[in-house]
């Protein structure tokens, strides 16, 4: 089944996870960064997985700002999921993250999510990822496409509103 995957990356930790969620979903996966998606890009595939770096416990402006272009809509038939990169601290942990804020934002429009939110670990701001987390995307991928329950990570809290 067809998957695009959309992302915003600063460091280029959030683009290498989602080239292997690409991997994950198979070769013909669509990958795009935010900055250049068309809400109407996403018209074609099946999947539709979007993914931010966490900066400031939230999903980057552009990322946010292109969920709000989508047209609730077009989100009804659409197999979602969201993932994020992150710290792996206890101290970031009170102001949440991206890949969450990103679910709440699908659902508020009226989209369902079939996966819980994923988020993948940096070491520090500008990187590298922790080792094993692009295997771990790959897999996670797998698991969303065969429909496979991905279980919601313990660190967080769902939030209700988009904020
Ligand atoms: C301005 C800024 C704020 C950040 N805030 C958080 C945060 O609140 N929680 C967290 O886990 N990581 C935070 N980080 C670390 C980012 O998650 C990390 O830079 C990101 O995963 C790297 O992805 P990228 O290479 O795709 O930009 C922050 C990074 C920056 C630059």
Wanted: glycine share 10%; proline share 4%.
């Amino acid at each position: 089944m067809s998957a695009i995957v959309i992302y915003d990356s600063q460091f280029g930790n959030t683009e290498q996870i989602a080239k292997a969620i690409g991997k994950g979903f198979g070769e013909d996966t669509k990958l795009v960064k935010v900055g250049e998606a068309k809400a109407e890009d996403i018209a074609p595939y099946h999947f539709v997985i979007i993914g931010s770096p966490t900066q400031g416990g939230r999903q980057t402006t552009a990322v946010k700002a292109f969920l709000e272009k989508i047209p609730a809509e077009a989100l009804k038939e659409k197999r979602l999921a969201a993932f994020d990169t992150r710290f792996k601290n206890v101290f970031t942990k009170v102001f949440g993250y991206a890949a969450p804020r990103i679910e709440a934002a699908i659902k508020e429009k009226g989209g369902n999510t079939t996966a819980q939110p994923q988020g993948f670990f940096v070491k520090s701001s500008k990187g590298p990822l922790l080792d094993g987390e692009l295997e771990r995307a790959t897999n996670w991928a797998k698991s969303v496409a065969a429909g496979v329950p991905t279980g919601r990570m313990q660190s967080e809290v769902q939030f209700k509103k988009k904020e």
